[in-house]
């Protein structure tokens, strides 16, 4: 039988996934997507709502029972008002896109949430290698102390020395292993299970993004639909002044007493509602409020994203020269290293 095959180490793509599959917007995107949907065959409908069968009976069974009868039978059509239709087509496009883009910047949301608590669980995975690290070579430096301690060559005051080096770097570990946990713990809330092992080795760094990836950001495309459905919403509402009218089209078929045949005769009706009013008013004006303020929070969020990534862009040019030192730094540090340690020996 082949050998079970090793478990794919975790990656922050694979994390990021695992998180969106668990996220309220995921769940209910397949169902947003039906709802736009079906308001777009609606719009595209010949008829606002669907016609009405009506049917009614007189006798005068119950009174005089001279055989009267009369039997109608109708069907009522709403009619759409003008320019109705077309608003309604318009804002249920409105809505499809509002939809997507909605998604679209929930999982970027979501993406930062991410790759901050997955980098900060590598960070910390990192500060507790570095500080076991140390303490093998504390335990190592408080080995060789107590050696030549034990034979002369050094004091005793040197061999305590070394013991609370032990002593620290083993609470350095305790503590940078507590920080390690916590934030598998954080991104283990986020993905549910993908974070229970620790990856082999350093994930790779991301790929920056450059300006022409995405010309618009999500969080203003979602800013830029919503403002479009307000407005899309506020049309629809100034069109619909008045409830639909209705064209009715009727049968009647009648006797006023027992012996004579029946009559029938054909009813051909329109039934027109009264328009406007305060409620028509104020549909109309908390309409256009939501379009007003859809498009002030879209310059507000336009401004503060411009500022956030300009800041961002200073915060990684500050991170590049860091990074740059730090290796200069370590090179250093090891050269130095291997002159104490031959001294030493």
Do not use: C
């Not at 009174?63 to 109708?74: F, P, V």
Request: proline share 6%; glycine share 4%.
């Amino acid at each position: 039988p082949a050998a079970p095959s090793e478990p794919t180490p975790p990656t922050l793509r694979a994390a990021f996934e695992t998180a969106w599959a668990r996220q309220p917007e995921s769940q209910a995107l397949l169902m947003r997507r039906d709802a736009v949907q079906a308001q777009r065959r609606a719009a595209a409908a010949w008829t606002p709502e669907p016609p009405a069968l009506e049917i009614s009976n007189k006798t005068d069974r119950l009174t005089r029972n001279d055989g009267a009868r009369e039997l109608e039978a109708g069907i009522a059509i709403p009619l759409w008002l003008p320019g109705e239709r077309s608003n309604s087509g318009a804002l249920a496009d409105a809505q499809t896109a509002a939809v997507e883009s909605r998604v679209e910047a929930a999982r970027l949301r979501l993406a930062a949430t991410v790759r901050e608590a997955w980098w900060n669980w590598e960070r910390t995975r990192i500060d507790a290698d570095i500080a076991r690290g140390q303490l093998d070579n504390a335990r190592r430096i408080a080995t060789d102390v107590a050696r030549r301690a034990k034979a002369g060559d050094l004091a005793q005051a040197d061999q305590h020395q070394a013991d609370g080096a032990v002593a620290a770097a083993e609470a350095a570990v305790a503590q940078a292993e507590a920080g390690a946990t916590t934030a598998q713990q954080q991104l283990k809330a986020l993905t549910g299970s993908v974070a229970l092992a620790a990856p082999t080795g350093t994930s790779p760094a991301e790929v920056e993004p450059t300006s022409s990836d995405m010309p618009i950001h999500p969080a203003l495309n979602e800013l830029q639909d919503r403002a479009a459905v307000a407005e899309r919403t506020a049309a629809l509402a100034a069109k619909q002044s008045r409830a639909n009218p209705e064209l009715t089209l009727s049968t009647t078929r009648e006797r006023g007493a027992f012996g004579e045949r029946y009559d029938q005769a054909i009813t051909v009706g329109i039934r027109i509602p009264f328009g406007a009013g305060p409620r028509h008013d104020s549909r109309v004006a908390a309409a256009r409020a939501d379009a007003v303020e859809a498009q002030a929070q879209f310059a507000l969020d336009r401004a503060r994203l411009q500022s956030e990534r300009e800041a961002a862009e200073v915060r990684v040019n500050a991170a590049r020269t860091q990074l740059a030192a730090a290796e200069r730094r370590a090179t250093l540090a090891r050269e130095t290293r291997g002159f104490f340690d031959k001294s030493f020996r």
